[in-house]
C-alpha cells in the first residue's frame, strides 16, 4: 500500500479503508484499481472534511467492519483473503451481521456511505484528490471536462475514449493561454 495519510485514522483504521476500497474497485490485468486511483486517500480527505460527526461514523463502522470480519473468518479485515473480504462485504451489503439486524442495518449504513465516498474518489475530477491519472474516467471512457462536444461526438454510438482526456486544471491553463 502506498503510504497513506491518515489525517485523524489510526494506521489500522486507514488501511481497513484502503483495503475496503480495494475491494470495491480491485485491480485487473489491464486496470490498476482503488489504490493506484488514490480512492483511500480521497476518502480518508472527505472524513477529514466532513467533521467530528463522519468521522466517529466511521470509526465505529471500521469497527463493526473487524468485528464482523472476526465473527466470519476468525481476523481483522485486512488480514484475510480478498475473496473473504468480499464474502464480509457482501454480507454487511445484504444486512447481515453476526451480531444481530440492528448491527447489520449499521454496518449497511456505513457500506453505503464508504461506497459512496469510493465512487466519489474514483471519477470525481482530479483536483478533489481522487481519480488520480484519470483512471477512472478511462474506466469508463469518459472525458473528463470540455469546453462542449461538436456533432460526431454527440452521435449514437461515438468512442468517446478518442476524445483527449480533460481535467478542470487542463480547462483553466487553456484559458489562461487564452486570454494571456
Not at 485514522?9 to 486507514?14: E, V
Not at 473473504?84 to 448491527?103: F, K, T
Request: charged share 20%.
Amino acid at each position: 500500500m502506498n503510504q497513506l495519510v491518515t489525517h485523524t485514522f489510526t494506521p489500522s483504521q486507514a488501511e481497513t479503508i484502503a483495503a475496503v476500497c480495494q475491494r470495491m474497485f480491485p485491480p485487473t490485468q489491464n486496470w490498476p484499481g482503488a489504490e493506484a486511483a488514490g480512492v483511500p486517500e480521497y476518502v480518508v480527505a472527505a472524513v477529514a472534511e466532513g467533521g467530528a460527526e463522519l468521522h466517529a461514523f466511521y470509526v465505529s463502522g471500521l469497527d463493526a467492519l473487524d468485528r464482523e470480519s472476526h465473527a466470519l473468518f476468525g481476523a481483522p479485515f485486512t488480514a484475510i483473503a480478498a475473496q473473504d473480504q468480499d464474502r464480509v462485504l457482501e454480507q454487511i451489503d445484504a444486512a447481515h451481521s453476526a451480531d444481530g439486524p440492528d448491527a447489520g442495518a449499521r454496518l449497511e449504513a456505513f457500506f453505503g456511505v464508504i461506497w459512496e465516498h469510493g465512487i466519489q474518489g474514483m471519477f470525481c475530477d482530479p483536483q478533489y484528490g481522487g481519480n488520480r491519472d484519470t483512471v477512472g474516467w478511462k474506466l469508463v471512457g469518459f472525458p473528463g471536462a470540455q469546453w462542449g462536444y461538436n456533432a460526431e461526438q454527440m452521435r449514437e454510438g461515438f468512442d468517446s475514449r478518442v476524445i483527449v482526456i480533460k481535467t478542470l486544471k487542463d480547462l483553466r491553463d487553456e484559458l489562461k493561454v487564452t486570454n494571456g
